[in-house]
């Protein structure tokens, strides 16, 4: 099981300062999921924990820093799902899929056997099965994310970073990639750090949260604790209502207002 650990960690791309004096912990096997409005560094500091920016400040993947791993060493640890994933063309879906298996074969051999069962079962976990052999630029939005996600899955990583994972998908496919990845983490023992918009599917999955505004933290903690009126109202210019339901979780429901609120 390996856990991250980063200490005041800060990026600066073109000039800008994206993030300034981010500093987590996230126990093996725990779910953080980073929110925050548009612009606050939430994909930054994903990619900054898998070693794709370069930063300042501190980062370990269980004992060792992504700086001192290769890049095959990386990809055995930390499977990344991006928000943008490029598409490529050529590949069916199986072959895309089978690219998660690409740190655990030799550089002059082929897949195993159990390469192919990792990816076939993916594949149906994640209802790919009928598209198996269609070309990746065939596939519709969500299609490809789920594709996306399979192939992530197949790297076998203690560490998955997700940047909206769900963002292209229906509710009922969203539910079963969130407890797909949910129940694998508690099989296994995953290490999650999720970046989503959604705060109501937030609380429901995550086990702490950290909140960016202009690439700072600004708060910390369960869902119960971050997700408040206050908060999203003074980070998200947004009127909201927390609503408990009855299995104890949350509801972040958006109120009318008749004056647009200004944002911070």
């Known amino acids: 099981m390996t856990g991250i650990v980063a200490e005041d960690v800060a990026v600066t791309l073109g000039g800008v300062r994206i993030l300034d004096g981010i500093s987590i912990r996230v126990e093996p096997g725990e779910w953080l999921s980073l929110i925050g409005p548009n612009g606050a560094g939430k994909s930054t500091l994903l990619r900054a924990l898998g070693g794709a920016v370069r930063h300042e400040g501190a980062i370990a993947l269980g004992s060792e820093a992504p700086g001192e791993l290769s890049h095959r060493e990386i990809a055995r640890r930390v499977a990344i799902v991006p928000q943008r994933p490029t598409v490529p063309v050529g590949l069916t879906v199986t072959d895309y899929v089978l ?64 940047d909206e994972p769900t963002s292209a998908l229906d509710v009922g496919h969203a539910q079963q990639v969130l407890e797909l990845i949910d129940g694998l983490r508690r099989e296994h023992g995953l290490t999650i750090v999720t970046a989503m918009h959604d705060l109501t599917t937030v609380a429901q999955y995550a086990d702490r949260l950290l909140l960016l505004a202009d690439g700072k933290a600004v708060a910390a903690g369960s869902p119960r604790e971050v997700l408040t009126a206050e908060l ?33």
């Open 232 to 264: 999203i109202t003074r980070h998200y210019g947004a009127n909201v209502r927390i609503v408990e339901i009855a299995d104890g979780g949350m509801v972040v429901v958006p109120v009318r207002v008749t004056e647009p609120l200004a944002r911070p």
């Open 99 to 162: 690219l998660g298996r690409t740190p655990y074969i030799s550089y002059l051999g082929t897949e195993a056997t159990s390469d192919l069962s990792v990816v076939a079962e993916l594949l149906e976990r994640l209802d790919l099965t009928g598209f198996a052999g269609r070309d990746l630029t065939a596939l519709s939005g969500g299609e490809f994310q789920r594709a996306v996600l399979a192939r992530a899955l197949a790297q076998g990583a203690p560490i998955m970073l997700l």
